[in-house]
Nanobody
Framework: QVQLVESGGGLVQPGGSLRLSCAAS????????MGWYRQAPGKQRDVVAL???????NYADSVKGRFTISRDNAKKMVFLQMNSLKPEDTAVYYC?????????WGQGTQVTVAS
């Protein structure tokens, strides 16, 4: 019943920006933390950013100062603003939440940073 639908990925040049969006349904969105993870080919899926139900945020060291996670509880959406993108940011990006002990993942959206 919980569903996360991501959008906003694409191809961008190094130094550019993208804004990812994730729309949630089937849950009381405001009560749960949200997160963004990414997975590059042949690599583990790693956390990028987390945001609590109260709006507190945490970031991986690799993206601090460049990425911003935010949420709009009225719209039941979470966002990831990505600035100063680097080739090593290339990955499939996933949004995630945990509801009643179960993790729910979006379908993923491809971000490619290349000149």
């Amino acid at each position: 019943q919980v569903q996360l639908v991501e959008s906003g990925g694409g191809l961008v040049q190094p130094g550019g920006s993208l804004r990812l969006s994730c729309a949630a349904s089937g849950m009381n969105f405001k009560d749960y933390p949200m997160g963004w993870y990414r997975q590059a080919p042949g690599k583990q899926r790693d956390v990028v950013a987390l945001i609590t139900s109260d709006g507190n945020t945490n970031y991986a060291d690799s993206v601090k100062g460049r990425f911003t996670i935010s949420r709009d509880n009225a719209k039941k959406m979470v966002f990831l603003q990505m600035n100063s993108l680097k080739p090593e940011d290339t990955a499939v990006y996933y949004c995630v939440t945990t509801v009643r002990t179960t993790d729910y993942w979006g379908q993923g959206t491809q971000v490619t940073v290349a000149s």
